[in-house]
Every structure is written in structure tokens, then in C-alpha cells.
């Protein structure tokens, strides 16, 4: 069983975070930039382990933002602290998210788990603020901390020898900055920021089954994000994410995977006025992005309680409404297991 568990472990998770944060009278913000994460699956993340057994996580991912093809990158501005949005206030020109990734999951029972991923982020990103047809005051943003702290409770309905299915249900705690300034002295936008100022509902489906005994097992993977509306009256869209492959066991120690991953996030809103019309609730433009793409990935097995892998994640379709999407990203993590108490024993 054991021996099985391991080849299991090859399967795989997305790391969907973004983070959260504090308050402060600042100055008007500047700026309607978007950040995603990786969000590959792996498969240690969304498994229970068995009882007594700990499955520690260190994953490093490199997300990368640029303009899809056809997009002009000119944006409107969501300006929280002013309760405004304005229409084609900037032009995009990229964002760039290092995310670092403790992640834990233990085994309470052999089918009741809880996992905690304490995300540790730094933000690179830049635009033009755009007047009278010219692209002026070149905006630079950086910030680096932690992000949202997401806690995750799990129970596997189906343990056999061949198949899993295990169901979470958890939050996303508001433990991330959302209001650091750029160095035009701005607040850049929440969909820039680490955090995103709220607590956040999450849901999560881990499937696996094993087509030819420790050799293929196939995998799916799906995911919902709620985040309540946040002090300044912005809210994060919904995020629904699936992803789905296989895992190759070649020899003992080297497994290929392939997986296939598609990301939806619905519209952003703020309690805001466009133009000189009263404060309501209105969708921001530009927010909101569907991304389909292929993730191939080698695991490699390091005696009894070690594992490395390694994968890069290809956009295949990117639609984000003319801002900024996803480009080729790559994530390396390595687990270890620590077996804490023995049942029975």
C-alpha cells in the first residue's frame, strides 16, 4: 500500500494563490494590472496521507505576464482609494510573480487530512499611464511577503488499491500586503498586489486512478475560489480551475506526467463611480481571463522519503479581455515524507 501511495504521489495541484493585507490612509491609486500563479497539479498537495504520516512541500514557481497576440495592453484604471474607475487610464507592459510555497499535509486518519500552504511571493510589474494618445510616467511596482495562508481540510471517500477521490473544503486567510504604493507614490490595484484583502472560500476535487499497476494512472483535478468583497470595496473574482493527465512510471526512480490545465475567472468589481455618476457596483474592465495549457513534468524518486520534480506550463489559449496573461511558467518543488507515529503501534 505504501509502495502504491508513492506512485500516487506523482499526480499534482495547482498553486492558485495571491495574498492579502492591511490598512492606512495612502494616496490615490494608480493602475488596473493583473498577477496569477501557477497552477500546476501535484499530486502530494491534494492527497491525504495516510495516518501519522506528514508530506512537506517546498515549491518554487516562476510566473511570467505579457500581452497574448492582438492585445494592446491599454486598460482601465480601478482606483480603490478614489472609489473610481476610469477607462483606458494605462497601457500594461509586464508582471513578474517568484512564488515560494511551504505546503503541509497530514494524515489524521488514512482518510482525513488537513493541509496548510504558507506562500512567501515577490512581484515585479510595469506600465505607462496613458493621456491624450501618449503613453506618459513610466509606473514601476515591486513587493515581496507573504501571501494568503490557505487551510484545508480533506476526506478521501473512495481508498482502494486502485482508486482515490478526496474532497476539500477551506479558506483563504487576509495575511498578504494589498496596499503598497508604486514609485509614482500610488496604490497599485488590488489585482497587482500580494494579497487581496479578504478571507477567500475554497473547494477542492482530487480524482486518480491506476490504469496498468504501478506503471499509468491517470488524474483530475478541480478547484473554486470565492473572495468576499475587501474594506475598499473591491472584490476578486471567482477562479474555477481543472486540470487532468497522466503519470508514466518508467523506472523506480523517474516518472514522466502530462497534464492539461484550464483556468476561468470571472470579473473583478468595486463599489466605485465611472465618470460623475454615483458609487455602485460595477464589473472592471479588463479583469477576468480564461487560460488553457499544456504542463509535461519529470518526478524523480530519492530513496524512501525524498522526491524532486519539475514542470513547465504552456499557454495553448489565452484570452484576458486586452490585459496582461500568463506566459510560459515553470515550477521545481521538492517533498519529503515524515512518518511521525505508526498507528497501532
Known sequence: MWALSRRLLVAGLGIVTVAVGTVAPLPSAHAACGAVSCFVTIGSQQQVPQAGLLTMNFIYSYTPMNLPSGSTGLIAEADQIGRRIIPNHHNERSTYTNSFALDFNYGVTDRFGLQVTLPYMTR????????????????R??????????????????????????????????TGDYRQ?????????????????????????????????????????????????????YQFGDEYIVNGGFNLVTLPWLVFTAQVNY????????????????????G???????????????????GDTWQAYFY?????????NNNLAQATSYTFGVTKYFQLFTPGA
Request: glycine letters at 12%.
Open 263 to 282: 483556468r476561468y475567472m470571472t470579473h473583478d468589481s468595486l463599489s466605485a463611480s465611472i465618470g460623475s455618476g454615483p458609487i455602485l457596483d460595477h
Open 181 to 233: 504604493t508604486d514609485n509614482l507614490g500610488g496604490v497599485l490595484e488590488p489585482a497587482g498586489q500580494l494579497g487581496r484583502g479578504q478571507f477567500g472560500l475554497v473547494g477542492t476535487m482530487y480524482q486518480s486512478y491506476e490504469i496498468l499497476p504501478h506503471r499509468l494512472n491517470q488524474f483530475v483535478f478541480a478547484s473554486y475560489r470565492h473572495t468576499f468583497k475587501n474594506n475598499d470595496g
Open 124 to 139: 515585479r510589474h510595469e506600465h505607462y499611464h496613458f493621456h491624450q494618445g501618449q503613453n506618459e510616467d513610466l509606473s
Open 284 to 302: 472592471i474592465p479588463n479583469t477576468g481571463s480564461s487560460w488553457f495549457g499544456a504542463a509535461p513534468g519529470v518526478l524523480f524518486n530519492i
Open 312 to 320: 513547465a506550463q504552456v499557454p495553448l489559449y489565452r484570452d484576458a
Open 141 to 174: 511596482f515591486s513587493d515581496k511577503g507573504i501571501g494568503d495562508i490557505r487551510l484545508m481540510a480533506k476526506y478521501n471517500v473512495l481508498a482502494s488499491l486502485k482508486s482515490m477521490l478526496v474532497f476539500g473544503v477551506g479558506t483563504e486567510l487576509p
